[in-house]
């Protein structure tokens, strides 16, 4: 059997439930937009809708939510004419991987995925049969398209590492490459962004108190006071990074100061090296809000006409599809289904 080389291609995909954080921005979709037009062959982003309702969303929330999330990454700089933008329901071709792939996963890889045990907690009874399919969606969105490399952060690696496994057995028993064996990106400072008021905790959007993050829409003022009511110590910023050890809030607030200035988490302790927080919680705040507030502004001009964004997202999704549909050809011939 020959080797298949696979062309570098990006894909990755974001949930339209509850609004953008900071997590998101930094640990993902800032990342995605530095990505267009390198060394890739084609970068995709998805709001991966159909991921979403595996907890129930309100319908109009739902429609909402996928506007504003492509309002964000629209806003971010991701840009529809070097990246293919679109919302997963739009290619059906991702739902009829993923039942192709429910046939490869094993129950025991999907038992051993963390986020699945943290969400469904005591109660995995109650919850959805998607919410635990979930993982092998995801593995269709990235083979669907060949994508051989996954920007995300730290959270999602597990379900990274289930992609491989699933590319592999697939691979494995049908006797063929046809899948590439993904890998994932997960580089920079900020691809785990802790929660404000608890350090040990991701910050995320389901999180009980909204002054544990800041959301993309947050004005000003919001931001700058949740960034100087985040939890720290008592010591001031230490000369060298490697002394903020043990210190998960400390080190939280260096790494999105690092993230949003484009500089190194060494560069941020050398600039404020015995710096205390009535210094520091101000001047990241006011870095926040200037990258922060440009996007927030021009998400709120884009959600004033939504028709666009559907035009936008309708076209994204026509690109995608002609990506997708001989991807999936090929597969049911590999699997042996019989087309007409
Ligand atoms: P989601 O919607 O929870 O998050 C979208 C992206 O944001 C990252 N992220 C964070 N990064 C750093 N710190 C945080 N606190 C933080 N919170 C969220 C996530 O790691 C992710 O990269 N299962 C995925 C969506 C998905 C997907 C895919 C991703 C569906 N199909 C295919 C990649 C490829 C999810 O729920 O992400």
């Known amino acids: 059997m020959t080797e298949t080389t696979f062309a570098p291609r990006i894909f990755s995909g974001i949930k339209p439930s509850g609004g953008l954080t900071l997590g998101n921005y930094l640990g993902a979709i800032k990342r995605w937009a530095g990505m267009q037009g390198g060394e890739w062959d084609t970068t995709i982003y998805c709001v991966v809708d159909l991921h979403a ?108 590492e289930l992609t491989r496994d699933i590319a592999a057995r697939f691979n494995h028993d049908y006797g063929t490459d046809f899948f590439p064996i993904t890998e994932p990106v997960i580089d920079g400072p900020a691809t785990r962004v802790m929660n404000l008021r608890d350090g040990t905790k991701k910050m995320s959007k389901s999180g009980e108190s909204d002054m544990e993050r800041i959301n993309m829409t947050d004005d000003a003022d919001t931001i700058s006071r949740k960034f100087k009511k985040a939890r720290t110590d008592p010591a001031p910023l230490p000369d060298a990074f490697e002394e903020l050890e043990g210190r998960a809030e400390a080190t939280n607030l260096v790494d999105i100061y690092a993230a949003l200035a484009d500089i190194t988490p060494e ?52 690109q995608a599809r002609a990506l997708a549909a001989p991807v999936l050809a090929r597969t049911y011939e590999v699997v042996g289904l019989v087309r007409g």
Request: aromatic letters at 8%; one cysteine or more.
């Open 53 to 160: 309702i595996t907890v129930w969303q309100d319908p109009e929330d739902l429609r909402n939510g996928t506007r504003e999330v492509a309002a964000g990454l629209l806003a971010s700089g991701i840009d529809p004419a070097q990246s293919v933008l679109f919302n997963q329901s739009q290619v059906h071709e991702h739902v009829e991987l993923a039942w192709i792939f429910n046939c490869v996963a094993r129950l025991g890889w999907m038992n051993r995925m963390t986020q699945f045990k943290e969400k469904a907690g005591k109660n995995a009874e109650k919850q959805s049969l998607g919410l635990y399919a979930y993982p092998s969606l995801m593995a269709a969105d990235i083979l669907l398209y060949h994508a051989t490399h996954v920007p995300v952060g730290e959270d999602q690696k597990q379900h990274v």
């Open 267 to 318: 560069e941020v302790v050398a600039e404020y090296a015995g710096a205390g927080w009535g210094q520091f919680k101000p001047a990241l705040a006011d870095l926040a809000v200037e990258k922060l507030s440009p996007i927030a502004g021009e998400m709120r001009r884009l959600m004033d006409d939504p028709a666009e964004i559907d035009r936008l997202l309708a076209h994204g999704a026509e």
